[in-house]
C-alpha cells in the first residue's frame, strides 16, 4: 500500500482509528493473527478491514514453517492450539476453518469489511490495489508497483516468482506434513468443505480452494 499510495497517505496509527478520523485519512494495523471476533470488535465506521485468506493446505504447509502465534501446534495435524486467549481443540484445520468463518460473518454483516485471497494479491496484484484504493478514495500514480522480494526474513520466504510458481504447480502440496497423502486425506476430511469452494485461485484455468484436495 505504501509502494503504491505513497507514505504520506500511511498513518500507521493504532486501531481503532478514532471516532473524529475519516474513511481513507489514517491506516492502521492490528495483530495480523487476531481472532476475527476480537477484529470484529474494534471495528469502527470509519475503518475499513482487510482480511487475508490462503487455500488451506498452502497454509498449512506455511504454518508449519512459521507458526507465529500458533506455536508447536502448527507442525502437525490434530494437536489442540491455544492462540491469543482462544482455543481451537481440532488443532490447524479448526484454526484455518473458524478464521474463514469468522471473515465470512464480519464481511456479511459490515459494509467496511473486504477479504482478499493471497493467491489474487500474488497473481493479480493491480486488481487488489484498485480495490483497496477506490474503498480508501485513494487513487495511484501510474501502474501498479510490485514489490518482487521476499516479505520477510524467516521461515524460508519466497519472492513474487516463486510464489506464482508455487500456485501454478501447487508445490506446496509436497512441502512438509502436508506431503504426506495420509495427512493429505485427515486434513481435507476436517477442512470446511463448502468454504473451501467460495474461494477461487485466479489462475489462467481458475480453480477453487477445494481443488486442494482433489488434486
Known amino acids: 500500500l505504501k509502494l503504491n499510495f505513497g507514505g504520506s497517505m500511511m498513518g500507521g496509527g493504532v486501531c481503532p482509528l478514532s471516532q473524529t478520523a475519516s474513511l481513507g485519512e489514517e491506516v492502521c494495523q492490528k495483530w495480523k493473527h487476531s ?7 474494534s ?16 497454509h498449512l504447509t506455511s504454518w ?10 502448527a507442525t502437525r495435524l490434530g494437536v489442540p492450539c491455544n492462540v491469543r486467549g482462544h482455543s481451537y481443540p481440532g488443532g490447524v484445520t479448526e484454526v484455518w476453518n473458524r478464521y474463514m468463518q469468522g471473515y465470512e ?3 456479511d454483516s459490515h459494509d467496511n469489511v473486504i477479504t482478499v485471497e493471497y493467491e489474487r494479491l500474488v497473481l493479480d496484484p493491480g486488481s487488489v490495489m484498485q480495490e483497496i484504493g477506490h474503498l480508501m478514495g485513494w487513487s495511484m500514480d501510474g501502474p501498479v508497483k510490485i514489490v518482487g522480494a521476499p516479505a520477510k526474513d524467516h ?12 500456485l501454478k504447480t501447487m508445490s506446496y ?9 495420509a495427512n493429505q486425506r485427515s486434513a481435507c476430511s476436517e477442512l470446511d468443505s463448502a468454504m473451501m469452494h467460495k474461494h477461487m485461485i485466479p489462475l489462467d484455468n481458475p480453480r477453487s480452494y477445494a481443488a486442494d484436495c482433489s488434486a
Open 105 to 107: 460473518s464480519a464481511a
Open 64 to 73: 508449519d514453517k512459521a507458526g507465529y502465534d500458533l506455536g508447536s501446534c
Open 173 to 181: 502440496l509436497n512441502q512438509g506434513y502436508i506431503a504426506s497423502p
Open 43 to 58: 471495528l469502527t465506521f470509519n475503518t475499513l478491514q482487510v482480511q487475508m485468506v490462503r487455500s488451506p493446505l498452502s
Open 155 to 166: 521461515g524460508e520466504p519466497v519472492g513474487r516468482a516463486k510464489a506464482v510458481e508455487k
Open 35 to 41: 481472532a476475527p471476533s476480537d477484529m470484529a470488535a
